[in-house]
């Protein structure tokens, strides 16, 4: 992945001009699908954010387990200048959801379609091996500054636990990352996953394939575990290599393949 010292995400989330609670849009423990209140809570964030440039949006998830179905197509989307604050809640997949628990917008080009992005605590739990859901449970191409701070990230079953294709400035801090199971020997799957936006086999779902590829990475203080790969890729395109990658002070503990490759 390359020597360098990366500073990751550059992220200031100094000027909220909105804050958002899921359970002011209905968001509720007893619920079966929480999908409708976090978009919303999340739409409203991005038109907040959209009518006053410059701004950042904080959306509140507050402690507690919230199953999520969502649409036939696609996870929870996030959007540019957004903080996510879910210190204390679990955020599950529902068995009947066969997709990403959340994801950015795939259009576009380049690395500016989804920016300033930081997912701060909580548990978010794809579910995998229970509802063999062969989705990441994160999702993000075509991005910039990009953080999961203090979270734990977990169960993917035949799939990355986050997946990356085309973001430049990426963190991942404090978090734990567990939990890959699989029925296929030959699925031998990234936990974090960095990626190029070369072709559909590579980064399916994404409308422009410019290879856009991942830089300024820094992936320190984390726990990874029970897991076949925990960083990595398996993708490459001659001349158009990733760089500044820095992965530092992590613990690594049943690793079934390589820790990093």
């Given amino acids: 992945l390359g020597a360098a010292s990366s500073q990751g995400a550059q992220l200031n989330f100094s000027n909220i001009g909105a804050t958002y609670n899921v359970k002011d849009y209905g968001a509720s423990t007893s619920l079966d699908d929480n999908y409708p209140a976090f978009q919303a809570a999340l739409d409203a964030a991005n038109k907040y954010q959209k009518k006053h440039p410059g701004s950042q ?8 387990t919230y199953r999520i179905k969502g649409e036939s ?15 204390g809640a679990t955020i599950k997949r529902r068995s009947d959801y066969n997709w990403h628990l959340m994801q950015t917008d ?8 989804t920016r300033n992005v930081k997912i701060e605590g909580g548990t978010w739990d794809g579910q995998g091996k ?3 859901n062969t989705n990441s449970v994160f999702r993000f191409a075509h991005a910039s500054n990009m953080a999961f701070i203090n979270c734990t990230v977990q169960n993917s079953f035949n799939a990355h636990i986050i997946e990356l294709g085309g973001v430049k400035g990426f963190t991942a801090q404090g978090c734990t990352v567990r939990k890959y199971s699989q029925n296929d020997s030959s699925l031998k799957k990234e936990a974090i996953q960095l990626d190029i936006c070369n072709n559909s086999s590579i980064m399916p779902g994404c409308e422009v394939y410019d290879d856009a590829r991942c830089q300024n990475v820094l992936i320190k203080n984390n726990t990874f575990t029970e897991l076949y790969r925990a960083i990595g890729t398996h993708s490459a395109v001659v001349g158009k290599y990733m760089s500044n990658i820095t992965i530092s002070d992590n613990f690594f503990s049943d690793i079934k393949g390589k820790a990093i490759g």
Avoid: D, Q, R
């Avoid at 197509?73 to 210190?87: K, M, P, R």
């Avoid at 795939?106 to 379609?113: A, D, E, P, T």
């Fill in 130 to 132: 229970e509802t063999k």
């Fill in 57 to 64: 949006c904080k959306v509140v998830i507050p402690k507690g």
């Fill in 106 to 113: 795939m259009s576009g080009k380049g690395y500016n379609v």
């Fill in 73 to 87: 197509s696609h996870g929870l989307i996030v959007y540019s200048n957004t903080w996510i604050y879910a210190e």
